[in-house]
T-cell receptor
Framework: GAGVSQTPSNKVTEKGKYVELRCDPISGHTALYWYRQSLGQGPEFLIYFQGTGAADDSGLPNDRFFAVRPEGSVSTLKIQRTERGDSAVYLC???????????FGQGTRLTVV | AQSVAQPEDQVNVAEGNPLTVKCTYSVSGNPYLFWYVQYPNRGLQFLLKYITGDNLVKGSYGFEAEFNKSQTSFHLKKPSALVSDSALYFCAVRDLLFSGGYNKLIFGAGTRLAVHP
């Protein structure tokens, strides 16, 4: 595709529910990143995929957060038992290699009520 | 500790005047440095990067940034601001010692640039 696509653009969920956020990277990009941007702050690293494997998940805040990229393209960020503190914009980025600049999607704004 | 500081929450500039958005960083190894811009309801857009070489880096939309190792700074500049430059600007650093060979970026909190006609 022309750019990184994230769906949905907005998601409102009730506390305790499960949500999935989808990222469709630029075609051919092997590296994929998830970041989280809270209000008034810069993005914070969550997880990095090279191909299908999660090479670095050190930024995931706890075990309620999980991400997959089964075929090395589309990735899904999964959040279980959502809490109000999970409310943020979740950004996905991809790059053609681990050392090239990352291109970001528009983000998914998650609101937990 | 690795960190990025953007000391100004907001920068106000008159159209046609030069602009500077400040960024300082702290890393243990050598830095890769980036500037991204975020327009309302849009994702982060890459502006420019410094990896090695010339300390003055030129990027998109007429922006440039100067890497200063002694001052650990990477300020974003533009000779003549446009109203359309109004947006949120983020500085980011990759610590080559800890990034594991990929773009694990540490972002600043952002600076809102307002260019007035």
């Amino acid at each position: 595709g022309a750019g990184v696509s994230q769906t949905p653009s907005n998601k409102v969920t009730e506390k305790g529910k499960y949500v999935e956020l989808r990222c469709d990277p630029i075609s051919g990009h092997t590296a994929l990143y998830w970041y989280r941007q809270s209000l008034g702050q810069g993005p914070e690293f969550l997880i990095y995929f090279q191909g299908t494997g999660a090479a670095d998940d050190s930024g995931l805040p706890n075990d309620r957060f999980f991400a997959v990229r089964p075929e090395g393209s589309v990735s899904t960020l999964k959040i279980q038992r959502t809490e109000r503190g999970d409310s943020a914009v979740y950004l996905c980025a991809s790059s053609s290699g681990p050392n090239t600049e990352a291109f970001f999607g528009q983000g998914t704004r998650l609101t937990v009520v | 500790a690795q960190s990025v500081a953007q000391p100004e929450d907001q920068v106000n500039v008159a159209e046609g005047n030069p602009l500077t958005v400040k960024c300082t960083y702290s890393v243990s190894g050598n830095p890769y440095l980036f500037w991204y811009v975020q327009y309302p309801n849009r994702g982060l857009q890459f502006l420019l990067k410094y990896i090695t070489g010339d300390n003055l880096v030129k990027g998109s939309y007429g922006f440039e940034a100067e890497f200063n190792k002694s001052q650990t700074s990477f300020h974003l500049k533009k000779p003549s601001a446009l109203v359309s430059d109004s947006a949120l600007y983020f500085c980011a650093v990759r610590d080559l010692l800890f990034s594991g060979g990929y773009n694990k970026l540490i972002f600043g909190a952002g600076t809102r640039l307002a260019v007035h006609p």
